[in-house]
């Protein structure tokens, strides 16, 4: 299973079994990891590479 799948499955299954506050927290803290994850990146590539 691929890392968006699994996102995916998870906060659909979440949602199904009548977490639905979870589910939301789920899919916003997975979409802001991701992001600060590639301005981390960006912001050490241009660090390193500058």
């Known amino acids: ?4 799948s699994t996102f995916s499955f998870e ?4 949602a199904q079994t009548g977490a639905k506050v979870l ?3 789920n ?3 997975s979409v802001l990891a ?3 994850a590639a301005i981390l990146g960006d912001a050490l590539a ?3 590479f500058g």
Request: hydrophobic share 55%; proline share 0%.
């Open 1 to 4: 299973m691929s890392t968006c």
């Open 23 to 25: 589910a939301a927290a």
């Open 46 to 48: 241009r660090g390193v």
């Open 11 to 14: 906060t659909v299954r979440l």
């Open 27 to 29: 899919a916003v803290v």
């Open 34 to 36: 991701g992001l600060g």
